[in-house]
């Protein structure tokens, strides 16, 4: 038996490009569209580029007010450190209240200070 191989064949081109007029003018219709084509590819591009560009301007201007409230807020957490510092040596340092009372005073002052949350305050990083 012979053996049978599955051959494809192409078929004939049409009449209408065995001219020379005829196969520039399919040449042309090719160039044109593949003209086409890249424009469009490139205004594409184009338009891409100017997304990207005003993604990453927000992303940046994001990224600079948060480390400015980042800054704040750890400059909040220092002044905070320091008044309470300052509540509680200024309590300690006044001879005539006794010992017991003048620390249940600095910690009412601390508490009113912020609002009752000194301590979930230092635990935030």
Same mark, same amino acid.
């Given at each position: 038996?012979?053996k049978?191989?599955?051959?494809?064949?192409?078929?004939p081109?049409?009449?209408?490009?065995?001219?020379?007029?005829?196969?520039l003018? !399919?040449? @042309?219709?090719?160039y044109?569209?593949?003209?086409l084509?890249?424009?469009?590819? =490139?205004q +594409?591009? /184009?338009?891409t580029?100017?997304? !990207?560009? @005003?993604?990453?301007?927000?992303?940046?201007?994001?990224?600079?007010?948060?480390? =400015?409230l +980042?800054? /704040?807020?750890?400059?909040?957490?220092?002044?905070?450190?320091?008044?309470?510092?300052?509540?509680?040596s200024?309590?300690?340092?006044?001879?005539?209240?006794?010992?017991?009372?003048?620390?249940?005073?600095?910690?009412?002052t601390?508490?009113?200070?912020?609002?009752?949350e000194?301590?979930?305050?230092?635990?935030?990083?």
């Open positions: 038996q012979p049978t191989t599955s051959t494809t064949t192409i078929p081109r049409p009449n209408t490009v065995s001219t020379m007029p005829n196969l003018h !399919l040449l @042309q219709t090719e044109d569209a593949l003209i084509e890249l424009f469009d590819t =490139r +594409a591009l /184009e338009q580029r100017k997304e !990207l560009s @005003q993604s990453l301007y927000q992303n940046d201007a994001a990224v600079r007010v948060i480390a =400015r +980042a800054m /704040e807020r750890d400059e909040a957490r220092q002044q905070l450190v320091l008044q309470q510092q300052t509540v509680v200024g309590t300690t340092d006044d001879p005539n209240q006794p010992a017991t009372k003048k620390q249940k005073t600095s910690t009412t601390e508490e009113s200070a912020t609002g009752g000194s301590d979930d305050l230092m635990k935030i990083p």
